[in-house]
């Protein structure tokens, strides 16, 4: 069973990192997914932000849940980079929405981006572009 079918049929127990960090699938398919999430305090810095990290592991997670729905059921994928921009932090308590979606898919690259926002708000907190090796399988 693929990735998708799997968030499809048990949706975040799909994915062990989803039910540790709360995430929950929104969308997902034709290389594009959202995810869902609320902050918790012990998710926060030293200085009461979202520590930055958390952002990235939530966009990465929607980037690899987008891609993985364009995938042969052989085929995996592997982060090659990433970059991240902070735009503005958030505190506990925040419902955040990462939505992330394919750019580029070469033979054996794909480049991806996401965007980490509030659920009700068009305001970007932050962004990340990433390139990732597709692993086994033939291309679609």
Avoid at 26 to 54: C, E, H, Y
């Amino acid at each position: 069973m693929s990735y998708p079918e799997e968030m499809r049929k048990k949706g975040k127990d799909a994915n062990p990192f989803f039910c540790l960090m709360g995430i929950e699938p929104v969308s997902f398919g034709d290389g594009k997914a959202a995810l869902s999430m609320t902050t918790r305090p012990d998710m926060l810095n030293g200085v009461g932000w979202l520590q930055g990290g958390i952002y990235f592991a939530l966009i990465d997670e929607s980037m690899a849940l987008a891609i993985c729905t364009v995938l042969d059921d052989d085929q995996g994928i592997a982060t090659i980079s990433a970059t991240t921009d902070y735009y503005k932090g958030v505190g506990a308590g925040a419902d955040l929405i990462a939505e992330a979606h394919i750019v580029k898919r070469g033979h054996k690259i794909i480049f991806a981006e996401g965007i980490a926002r509030l659920k009700d708000s068009e305001t970007i907190l932050a962004k990340t572009t990433a390139s990732f090796l597709i692993t086994g399988g033939s291309r679609k």
